[in-house]
């Protein structure tokens, strides 16, 4: 057992959170929006090699492992960096052609299958990613096409869009089975993604609350603000031991189990389902108590909290409810329901 | 991160599985809730046989904190009755790190062979979490003190050989500067027992303290330092030593009973239930940390107030949900016909909201993180 970063992870992080705090301060996210995409940043990514660090190095990448790669979303989180850096990593992991290994094409993956008639719905990225990875029908496809470079006006100022899965360059990658690897990594890399917003967004509110004066001192020492805020920590902390839990299953070479009975659950995807829903929870937690701390200035678009408060909705909706998750976790926590049971 | 266990570790777990399994037998199990004493004299004995009990003090060296946290997480999963050794290991531990060489050739040897166990006496009828206030007196007389006062929540009275009592012992000084702790025999004359029963079945006391005369042997720590004696064994208590993982039983049982009832398809059911596990795992990784942390010479104290307000209320609200999901045969209790979960269910539901108030309250510990964890100022109130 080992529950702190190793020396490798210590310099991933300090090495991301560098250029974020440089290249992604809030004034850049905002300058982003409405697409939400900042290609400067990309291509600064680009050159560091951030956008194949997960893809194996048989297939010209740099081999992080998923453990490494939450640490790097967790960065991407705290600053809200305006890079589709998770999903493109997970479909860089699924598809390692070389243009999406090296960066210089943005590909993404679509959460949810395609529509009868071939739509891939709100795919995240989709507005700026060329290459589309997802499942149609009974099949996982990769599909080339032009990015529309426009997203409809939305929650998180996010870049998502609607794309064919059938109208490009169109690429059978297996069966539809075999996204479901795919989607438990993109919900890890999410849900550390969200501890990230988490966290900045305790910090924001700490801050604040230390340095509005109402009565003639820091509302940070009123008892019913502080109580509000060390709420957060715990679930700060507990969402990130869960979601590198799910990093860790996800590097063993063998499956791991889901005794719900004996609480010793080991099994990738539940693990990556479990920290989805516990993280995207504690974000809008942090955000919703950050936001009402700094009164009626956290519903202005002057500072910075409402940037993260939209965040933390829109990074977790763009798959799907954290309720609706839970069911889907049910089947492989408790053994699905049975026919006719009803 | 690497969350796996030692190959030691794992047999140390499965030994402690096997004699769990052994020795906590459904009898076991009803005596307890029979009896209000949340304690098993032939689970302690089984567990200083094979060593657990030494390795589990906190500091004494045996074992490492890791054990520590599995034993309690195994006892509690198991709904083993634990409350008995849980405060036993710990104040051993205190008096392994500030007992004299006197005390702890006295008192030692028969906490670790599971013949004896420590109840506490902390908290008075009037100062509860205002603990450094209490008024409990010990009076000075040559090599002797003489202890007049009473204690309340004396839990484990009814059974333990020893005593842990916080005192007064300078009423001029700064609150938390005049309490001296002792510990000595509970056969010592002029104590008086009274049972405190409580909705949770647990017994607890109200203890009463009358012209008792001891010797300055029996102090623990220095004469006005025991605030700082008192420091120590919070520190063990809001870490790994139980209380975190109530849930998982619950949630074995109640399930157990809802698919028998054909409540498992319904997706109320089935979302409130994931929630608890997620909930449960999440409980057990903070507890875990705690035990990483002390074990790599962390200071794991605040870790633990956030862990016991998180677990705790995560238990309250698992326990009225489940209570909620079973409906009318969620209010029969054991060994009742038609009781959800043979009973678990409504015991949980009344067992539950002591879990927030003992050991440090939710609020008590929330400004402990707002001060010593986000750094924000003493609060106005």
Known sequence: ?342 | MDFSLSPQIEEYRRELKEIIARVITPEVVEEQHRSGTFNSDALNLALARGGYLERAVPGLGKGDPVELWLLFNELEKAGAPYDGISITMMIAGVVNAVGTDWQKERILPSLLSGEALVCMGYSEPDYGSDVASIVTRAERDGDEWVINGAKMWTTMAQAAKWLILLTRTDTEAPKHKGLTMFLFPMDTPGITVDPVPTMGTERTNATFYDNVRISDQWRLGEVNGGWKTMGVALSFERGVMGGTSQSVQMLREFRRWAEAEGLMADPLVRERLVRVAIDSEVAKLLTQRSAWTAATGGEAGLQGSMTKVFATEAYQKASRWTQEMAGAEGLLQFDEPDAAADGWVEYHARHAPVTTIYGGTSEINRNNIAERHLGLPKARR
């Not at chain 1, 109402?214 to 502080?226: K, R």
Request: negative net charge; glycine residues 10%; contains cysteine.
């Open chain 1, 1 to 342: 057992m080992n529950l702190g970063l190793s020396e490798d992870q210590l310099a991933i992080e300090e090495a991301f959170t560098r250029l974020f705090v440089r290249e992604s301060p809030p004034a850049v996210v905002r300058a982003a929006e409405p697409l939400g995409f900042d290609r400067s940043l990309w291509d600064r990514l680009v050159d560091m090699g951030a956008p194949g660090m997960g893809v194996a190095a048989e297939t010209g990448g740099d081999g992080a492992t998923l453990s490494d790669l939450v640490v790097v979303a967790e960065s991407v989180g705290h600053a809200i960096a305006p890079v589709p850096l998770i999903e493109h990593i997970v479909a860089a992991r699924a598809h390692p052609v070389d243009d999406v290994v090296e960066g210089a094409t943005i590909a993404t993956i679509s959460l949810r299958p395609a529509r009868p008639d071939g739509t891939w719905r709100l795919v995240p990225a989709g507005a700026i990613a060329d290459v589309v990875l997802g499942v149609d029908g009974d099949e996982l496809v990769a599909v080339r096409s032009p990015a529309p470079g426009e997203a409809p006006r939305n929650h998180a100022a996010a870049p998502i869009s609607d794309r064919s899965a059938r109208v490009g360059e169109r690429t059978v990658l297996g069966p539809a089975a075999d996204f479901a690897r795919a989607l438990s990594e993109w919900k890890s890399l999410t849900a550390a993604a969200l501890v990230g917003i988490s966290v900045a967004a305790l910090q924001l509110g700490r801050d604040y609350a230390m340095s509005r004066h109402q009565f003639g001192v820091p509302i940070g020492s009123f008892q019913a603000v502080q109580h509000g805020l060390a709420d957060l920590p715990a679930l700060i902390d507990g969402a990130r031991l869960l979601t590198h839990k799910a990093a860790w299953s996800g590097d063993q070479p063998a499956p791991g189990i889901c005794n719900v009975d004996d609480a010793d659950i080991t099994d990738f995807d539940c693990l990556a389902g479990m920290a989805f829903v516990f993280a995207a929870e504690t974000a809008t937690r942090s955000t919703d108590r950050s936001l009402h701390f700094h009164g009626g200035y956290g519903f202005s678009e002057e500072y910075d909290i409402q940037l993260y408060y939209r965040r933390a909705r829109g990074w977790a909706l763009v798959f799907d409810d954290p309720s609706r998750e839970c069911l889907r976790l049910a089947d492989g926590l408790f053994g699905p329901v049975a026919v006719g049971a009803a």
